[in-house]
């Protein structure tokens, strides 16, 4: 007779060996693309409401990849983004292979437990949120559990935090206190980042000839989310946008 417990246990085995298993690489992802499109589902923002609130994780992450993303990030903060952890399984179970990375405000180590169970490749650290020290131990933790780390800064004050060792160092353009957004602050703060930096740029990015000009100034990964989730098909616009940067 077969024992259930036994086989509730081996099977219980590989879901933590998965949990542990290399994950797809944002990194990589970005040195190896033309274009380092990191596209986002985004259903809502704390200063504009709902974007797409019908937005779907089964259909859209899957037509960005589908439509030549580089690689995807994923809202899973509830209350004022409309997301959550599910997002990203689903967003698997869908048929996504594509580096996903967990887009939150990390506090606690527990969500990076979470990040890694759901499927995701990479999680954000936001050095606003965080001391020098809570970050270099979040990222530790992050890198034994597997996950890169893109760590994200807003001024020169914060480039400190670069020195920790990301796998990705990102600027981004929007400050979190005022939700104001500028792209200069990306071109500002590029010489401020290691050289050998694997560089991203986050938000306010909507034309194609911002993408070039970034890359020029040293940028490998474009992050975008609200330029394509307020269409009707964001993964249509994408491929729209990425005719766009060849032309």
């Known amino acids: 007779?077969?024992?259930?417990?036994?086989?509730?246990?081996?099977?219980?085995?590989?879901?933590?060996?998965?949990?542990?298993?290399?994950?797809?690489s944002l990194k990589a992802?970005?040195?190896?693309?033309?274009?380092?499109?990191?596209?986002?589902?985004?259903?809502?923002?704390p200063s504009k409401g709902w974007i797409k609130q019908e937005g779907r994780a089964d259909i859209i992450p899957l037509s960005y990849q589908q439509n030549g993303a580089a690689a995807l990030s994923i809202l899973t903060d509830q209350e004022y983004f409309g997301?959550?952890?599910?997002?990203?399984?689903?967003?698997r179970q869908s048929g996504v292979t594509l580096p996903i990375l967990y887009k939150?405000?990390?506090?606690?180590?527990?969500?990076?437990?979470?990040?890694?169970?759901c499927g995701a490749s990479a999680v954000l650290l936001i050095a606003a949120c965080l001391s020098v020290q809570q970050c270099a131990a979040l990222l530790e933790k992050a890198h034994a559990l597997g996950l890169e780390v893109l760590l994200?800064?807003?001024?020169?004050?914060?480039?400190?935090?670069?020195?920790l060792g990301p796998d990705l160092c990102g600027i981004n353009n929007r400050n979190l206190g005022s939700f104001v957004t500028d792209v200069e602050t990306s071109f500002r703060l590029a010489e401020k980042l290691p050289k050998d930096a694997v560089k991203v740029s986050e938000s306010g990015i909507s034309d194609p000839k911002t993408v070039k000009a970034l890359r020029e100034a040293g940028y490998r990964g474009f992050l975008i989310g609200e330029n394509f989730m307020k269409t009707p098909e964001?993964?249509?616009?994408l491929k729209d946008f990425l005719l766009r940067i060849d032309n």
Do not use: W
């Not at 997301?83 to 967003?91: L, M, V």
């Not at 405000?105 to 890694?116: G, P, W």
């Not at 964001?234 to 616009?237: E, I, L, N």
């Open 1 to 24: 007779m077969k024992d259930i417990l036994e086989e509730i246990v081996a099977h219980k085995q590989l879901e933590v060996a998965r949990l542990y298993a290399p994950k797809p």
């Open 29 to 45: 992802a970005l040195l190896n693309s033309p274009t380092g499109i990191i596209a986002e589902f985004k259903r809502k923002s």
């Open 83 to 91: 997301g959550c952890d599910d997002f990203i399984r689903t967003a």
């Open 104 to 117: 939150n405000f990390v506090i606690d180590e527990a969500q990076l437990y979470a990040a890694a169970l």
């Open 152 to 163: 994200e800064m807003h001024s020169e004050e914060e480039m400190e935090y670069a020195a």
């Open 234 to 237: 964001p993964g249509v616009a």
